[in-house]
């Protein structure tokens, strides 16, 4: 299995709140990404990073924010979470963007309940 | 934009049916094509892949080819046991033009395999 942890695996909050999730990788690998699995919707890409300072917005990256200022780091903020906002979040790790090295593996999600 | 479309679940089988899962998709490019599975509980993990046309991906009894000529990449298993019970996702790889590639997920089959 991929070296790929979130942290927390689970989180109440309420409205207004500024929430940080977090994806650390041990397997030294370029790119990074953020997604929302929602019933109905699959998984929809929030943000990604090519490199360390390196990020690019996604299909649905309004209300979110993301660093990454380690290899093996990389932050997601909702700045001031709101109740659309539950969902599940998974980070996913590629070693390269393109054939053939481009497929991702995913940590293990985190559950976000916004009230 | 691309996008995937992936039949409507849920489905239910006894165990030892034939299973085919339909996944049809629209590209800019040349993606390359991926089933992914969602244990409960888990994150996702890579089922199989195809990176070019006429390419069979396989693993662990699923097999799934990448048609060209009509766009598809249906996942398929001769005989489903109760440990298959699953969501399946079907996605695609491509860069839209860009420099980065990007997965874009079908919404996910869930499959039920009754003893």
């Known amino acids: 299995d991929a070296g790929i942890t979130q942290s927390p695996r689970h989180k109440v909050t309420e409205t207004g709140t500024p929430v940080t999730l977090r994806c650390h990788q041990t397997?030294?690998?370029?790119?990074m990404y953020w997604y929302r699995q929602d019933p109905g919707h699959g998984l929809r890409l929030i943000h990604y990073s090519y490199g360390v300072k390196d990020t690019d917005k996604g299909e649905v990256s309004d209300g979110y924010s993301v660093s990454r200022s380690k290899t093996e780091d990389f932050l997601l903020t909702l700045e001031s979470a709101t109740s659309s906002q539950t969902s599940v979040y998974f980070c996913a790790i590629s070693e390269k963007s393109g054939p053939p090295q481009e497929t991702q593996y995913f940590g293990p999600g985190t559950r976000l309940l916004v009230l | 934009g691309d996008s995937v479309t992936q039949m409507e679940g849920p489905v239910t089988l006894s165990e030892e049916a034939f299973l085919t899962i339909n996944c049809t998709y629209t590209?800019?490019?040349?993606?390359?094509l991926f089933w992914y599975v969602q244990y409960p509980g888990e994150g996702l993990q890579l089922l199989l892949k195809?990176?070019?046309?006429?390419d069979k991906g396989s693993n662990k009894g699923f097999e799934a080819t990448y048609r060209k000529e009509t766009t598809s990449f249906h996942l398929e298993k001769g005989s489903v046991q109760v440990s298959d019970s699953a969501v399946y996702f079907c996605?695609?790889?491509?860069?839209?033009?860009?420099?980065?590639?990007?997965?874009?997920f079908g919404k996910g089959t869930l499959l039920t395999v009754n003893p």
């Open positions: 397997e030294n690998h370029r790119y």
């Open positions: 590209a800019t490019g040349y993606p390359s």
């Open positions: 195809a990176t070019k046309a006429d």
């Open positions: 996605a695609l790889s491509d860069d839209s033009g860009g420099s980065n590639y990007k997965l874009t």
